[in-house]
C-alpha cells in the first residue's frame, strides 16, 4: 500500500466502490448472469459462523474450508444457486424476495500487482435487506472483504468473506447473495 | 386449551388438527409434557473434548450447559444462576474451571455445585460475614438434568427421572441411529463432527420439521430445483448418489420414531458406486464397503437415508450426513440446529469433500434446505386465520397399510410413499400430551400397542 499514490488510492477507491455498486444492481435487479461474469473462475466464497466466545479466543469465526459455515465455495456452486434461481420453481426464492445491498465503508487494505494486473482487497460494511412475500424481512448486516484481481475486461471477485453480525441466523434461509 | 387431544389427532382417519401447529395452550402443554420428559439431543461430544470444556445447548425453551468435568464426567446443567437466575454462560463454548455469576459472583464448578474453596469470595461472596455462614451451599447448585447419557459420542438428556434408559427410549430405532453414528464400514460410533454448529430461527412451528424427516418421500417435489441443477456428489443431476433400490418406510409406532431406510438383511447389498467426482474418495467408501461386508458377515445389519427420534431430533445417514435438531422458541417458531458428521478415521479429502457437499445440501444457506423452510413456514403462517385454524391436515396416505417388520421389534412398514411415520408421530405425540408420567408412557404400559409381541401391530397384507 505505501507505494500506491494518493491519486493512484483515490482512482482505485473509485473504481473499487464504483464495481461494489454495479454488483449490488445487478444483484438487486436479478441480473444473475451478468453477475456471474464478475466472478473469477477460481474465486471463493466464505461465510463463516460467528460464536459468542470469551474476547481472549480466537474461535469466533469458523474457518475457511476447514470447518462449518453458512457457505464456503466456489464458483461451480454459486453457478448452481443462479441456475436454481433460473428454474423459476426454487420455492425459497419464488416468488423472488425483494433484495437491495447498501455497500458503505469501503477501505483499501492491499494493493499487489502493476496497473492492468492489480489485486486489491478491500473491507466494508455491508447491509442486505430483504422482504419477501408480505412481512417476511430479514436484515443481512457484517463485514465484507472482498479480494479483486485487475484482466483485460475490467476487475472480477476472486475472494469474498462476508462476517455477518449474527450469531444465531435470524433468518429462515440464506437465499440471497451477499 | 382448545379440544380434547384426541379430537386434535384423529387417528382413524389419519387426521391432525391445525390447532397443533398454533396454539398458545398447546404449545405450553408440549414444554411440560414432550419436552420436560422426552430424551433429547444436546451435544456432541467433540463440542466437550476434554475436561472443562462446555457448550451452551437447548431442552425445550430452557437453555442448558453440557459441560465435561475435571474427572471428564458429562454434565448437563440448567443454564441460570440459582441465586437470582443471570444466565451464567454467555458463551458459546469454551474451557472454564468454574463458571461466574457477573450479577452477584455466585460460582460453580464443572460439576454444577457450588464452588467450595474456602475464603469468602469463592462459591458465594459474603458467605461467612452477609450469610453469617448460614446458607447451605449444597442445595443451590445449578439445576441438573437428572437423566444424562453419552452414546457413540453424541450426548442426550432427559429432565425426567423416571424416563425409561435411552436404550429402551430408542427402541430397535436404535440401529437406524447406529447406521449414522458408525463409521461406513460399521465401526462402532466412528463419527466425527466438522466443526461448528448451524443455527437459525425459522418461523415454524417445530413440529413441520421432525414430521418431514420421519418418513415424507411426498414432498420431494419441493426439490425439484436443485435435482435439476444438480449438487450429486458423482456430478450430473440429482442430489444424491447413493439412493438404494429397497427404500421403504419404517415406523416404531410405540415410541414415536421413524425413518426412511432398508429393513434388515442378513447379506450386504452390492455397492452402488458414489462420491464419483473424486475418484480417491470415491475409493475410500468403495473400500468402507468392503469392510463393512467383511464385518457383518451374515449377520443382520440395517441401513438408512433420513429418520426422527421423538419429538425433536432427526439425522441423515447417507449424503448428507448430519443431525438436526428443532428447538421449540413459540408455536409458531423454532430454532433449528444442524451439524455434520463424517468418520474420525477418513482421509482428508474424504473429510473435505464431505464438508463441501454438505454445506451445498443443508442448512439456511443449502440447495435443498432452503426450499425446506419455505414450506414449514407458509404452512405455518397460513394455519394461523381463524377459518385455516379450525380445519385439519390430511395425513391419511396409506393409512390401513402398515405391515409388521421382521427381524425389529414394534416396527412396521408402509412401502416408499405413505404417510404411515407422521401418523405415528403425531400419535406418539398424542400419548405424550395426555400421559401424567412415564407410567402411562413407557413401551407396553401406554394406550399404544403393546411392546414385547402380547398384541401384534395391527397387520394388513397388501402390495
Not at chain 1, 460494511?125 to 463485514?143: L, W
Not at chain 2, 473435505?352 to 414450506?375: I, K
Request: some cysteine.
Amino acid at each position: 500500500m505505501s507505494t500506491v499514490s494518493k491519486l493512484e488510492e483515490i482512482e482505485l477507491l473509485h473504481d473499487v466502490t464504483q464495481w461494489f455498486y454495479r454488483e449490488a444492481d445487478l444483484l438487486d435487479y436479478r441480473e444473475y448472469a451478468e453477475w456471474l461474469k464478475l466472478l473469477h473462475p477460481e474465486m471463493r466464497y466464505f461465510i463463516p459462523l460467528v460464536r459468542n466466545v470469551p474476547r481472549i479466543r480466537d474461535t469466533e469465526f469458523t474457518r475457511e474450508q476447514q470447518d462449518n459455515a453458512w457457505m464456503d465455495e466456489g464458483y461451480t456452486t454459486i453457478e448452481k444457486r443462479v441456475k436454481q434461481i433460473l428454474t423459476n420453481i426454487h420455492w425459497a426464492e419464488e416468488p423472488p424476495s425483494r433484495a437491495s445491498h447498501l455497500i458503505t465503508n469501503t477501505v483499501l487494505l492491499s494493493v499487489e500487482g502493476e496497473k492492468g494486473s492489480r489485486e486489491v482487497q478491500t473491507r466494508s460494511r455491508v447491509f442486505v435487506y430483504q422482504n419477501r412475500i408480505d412481512d417476511e424481512v430479514n436484515h443481512f448486516v457484517g463485514k465484507r472483504i472482498d479480494t479483486l484481481v485487475e484482466g483485460e475486461n475490467g476487475w472480477l471477485l476472486k475472494h469474498r468473506t462476508v462476517h455477518l453480525d449474527q450469531s444465531v441466523l435470524l433468518a429462515k434461509a440464506l437465499t440471497v447473495f451477499i | 386449551m382448545s379440544k380434547p387431544i384426541d379430537e386434535l389427532i384423529v387417528q382413524d382417519k389419519g387426521l391432525v388438527s391445525r390447532e397443533i401447529f398454533i396454539d398458545d395452550d398447546l404449545f405450553k402443554r408440549e414444554l411440560s409434557h414432550v419436552f420436560a420428559r422426552a430424551w433429547l439431543w444436546v451435544a456432541h461430544e467433540d463440542q466437550i473434548a476434554k475436561n472443562g470444556d462446555y457448550v451452551v445447548s437447548k431442552m425445550g425453551t430452557d437453555n442448558v450447559i453440557v459441560t465435561r468435568d475435571m474427572e471428564g464426567k458429562v454434565h448437563v446443567l440448567l443454564n441460570t444462576c440459582t441465586h437470582r437466575g443471570m444466565r451464567l454462560c454467555r458463551n458459546d463454548m469454551g474451557n472454564a474451571r468454574t463458571f461466574s455469576c457477573p450479577y452477584h459472583g455466585w460460582s460453580y464448578s464443572m460439576d454444577g455445585r457450588i464452588v467450595e474453596t474456602p475464603g469468602d469470595l469463592a462459591g458465594v461472596p459474603g458467605h461467612a460475614t452477609y450469610y453469617h455462614g448460614e446458607l447451605d451451599k449444597k442445595d443451590w447448585g445449578l439445576v441438573r438434568a437428572p437423566r444424562v447419557r453419552v452414546y457413540k459420542r453424541t450426548v442426550w438428556a432427559s429432565w425426567d427421572p423416571d424416563a425409561p434408559d435411552f436404550e429402551d427410549y430408542l427402541g430397535d430405532m436404535k440401529e437406524y441411529l447406529d447406521f449414522a453414528l458408525d463409521g461406513r464400514d460399521g465401526s462402532p460410533g466412528n463419527n466425527e463432527m466438522i466443526g461448528g454448529i448451524l443455527k437459525w430461527r425459522v418461523p415454524s412451528n417445530w413440529k413441520f420439521a421432525p414430521e418431514n424427516f420421519i418418513g415424507d418421500n411426498y414432498h420431494d417435489i419441493s426439490h425439484r430445483s436443485v435435482d435439476l441443477v444438480g449438487i450429486n456428489p458423482s456430478g450430473g443431476s440429482g442430489r444424491r448418489d447413493d439412493v438404494p433400490d429397497e427404500e421403504t418406510t419404517i415406523g416404531f409406532p410405540k415410541l414415536g420414531h421413524g425413518v426412511i431406510g432398508e429393513p434388515p438383511v442378513f447379506e450386504e447389498p452390492d455397492y452402488q458406486e458414489g462420491w464419483a467426482g473424486n475418484p480417491e474418495v470415491a475409493e475410500y467408501y468403495r473400500q468402507s464397503h468392503e469392510r463393512r461386508k467383511e464385518r457383518f458377515g451374515d449377520g443382520r445389519r440395517v441401513s438408512m437415508t433420513v429418520g426422527t427420534i421423538f419429538p425433536n431430533m432427526s439425522f441423515h445417514g447417507r449424503q448428507p450426513r448430519t443431525i438436526a435438531v428443532f428447538h421449540p422458541i413459540s408455536p409458531t417458531e423454532m430454532e433449528m440446529w444442524r451439524i455434520f458428521l463424517v468418520d474420525r478415521d477418513a482421509p482428508q479429502e474424504v473429510k473435505d469433500m464431505a464438508r463441501h457437499y454438505h454445506l451445498s445440501y443443508s442448512g439456511p444457506g443449502g440447495l435443498t434446505e432452503s426450499d425446506d423452510m419455505e414450506n414449514w413456514a407458509y404452512a405455518t403462517d397460513s394455519s394461523r386465520g381463524e377459518i385455516s385454524r379450525s380445519i385439519y391436515f390430511n395425513y391419511e396416505m396409506g393409512l390401513g397399510h402398515a405391515r409388521e417388520l421382521e427381524h425389529l421389534e414394534g416396527a412396521v412398514e408402509n412401502g416408499t410413499f405413505t404417510e404411515e411415520n407422521a401418523r405415528i408421530f403425531y400419535a406418539r405425540w398424542a400419548e405424550f400430551m395426555k400421559a401424567e408420567s412415564w407410567d402411562e408412557l413407557y413401551p407396553g404400559k401406554g394406550p399404544g400397542p403393546q411392546r414385547g409381541g402380547a398384541e401384534p401391530t395391527p397387520v394388513e397384507e397388501g402390495e
